[in-house]
């Protein structure tokens, strides 16, 4: 069964470090696509970046990048030069094909990220 | 800013009610998706509706049901409601909802309380 795991259930990172958020996921799809989104206080969930199981670069965007390793099945989020407002709920989530024919997201419990001055 | 709109933003109700909570989806999205976001359950997929018609279902309870309108804005109807079902449901929306790199964009919210 799809299932992803994110081991730790919060993080404290002094300001301007660089932070990994883990990630694995369990598939026997070969195409599948990894998502992650950030969840600040106030609640909105804010899409951050996506890796396609067939790409083989590491997506980035701006800050954030994706330090995907297919053969241990392992999508971390790194987040460069950390700031204050990076403080939120982390989620990873992956897409894969279901038993009938639909794509849905599959979520990970989050990680509560605290980004220290 | 996603582009999609939910309201209300808070909602506080009383068990036994029912609510109506309502979303538009990004202009040019046909797919929009209801989720249910508890602190003990974490995001929890509700149900899937593509341009007007159902597409998949979640973890719904029946007494739950959502519906999604020609102008593709769409309502999650919660009846009967217990302490329980109190939690944060989003909206997303995304294209089509058949391609594996399509993202879901996320409205705001709608916080509810059952008192």
């Known amino acids: 069964a799809q299932k992803i795991t994110q081991t730790q259930p919060g993080m404290f990172v002094q300001e301007k470090e660089a932070v990994t958020l883990d990630c694995t996921y369990d598939?026997?799809?070969?195409?599948?696509?990894l998502f992650w989104y950030k969840q600040p206080s106030s609640g909105e969930m804010i899409f951050l970046i996506y890796?396609?199981?067939?790409d083989e670069q590491n997506a980035t965007e701006g800050r954030y990048s994706l330090n995907f390793q297919k053969a241990r099945k392992s999508a971390n989020l790194v987040i460069s030069a950390s700031q204050l407002g990076d403080s939120a709920m982390y989620f990873c989530a992956m897409r894969d094909k279901t038993m009938d024919s639909n794509y849905q997201l599959i979520w990970g419990a989050g990680t509560k990220l605290i980004i220290k001055p | 800013d996603s582009g999609v709109t939910q309201t209300p933003k808070h909602l506080i109700t009383a068990t036994g009610q029912r609510v109506t909570l309502r979303c538009s989806p990004r202009s040019g999205d046909l797919s929009v998706y209801w989720y249910q976001q508890s602190l003990d359950q974490g995001l929890q997929f509700l149900i899937q509706y593509y341009n007007g018609e159902e597409r998949a279902k979640g973890n719904i309870l029946e007494r739950f049901s959502a519906q999604q309108f020609p102008d593709l804005h769409s309502e999650l109807n919660l009846s009967s409601l217990e302490l329980g079902d109190s939690a944060l449901y989003f909206c997303?929306?995304?294209?089509?909802?058949?391609?594996?790199?399509?993202?879901?964009?996320f409205g705001p919210g709608t916080r509810l309380l059952v008192l």
């Open positions: 890796q396609g199981s067939y």
């Open positions: 997303a929306s995304s294209v089509g909802g058949r391609l594996l790199q399509e993202t879901q964009y």
């Open positions: 598939t026997s799809d070969q195409s599948y696509g």
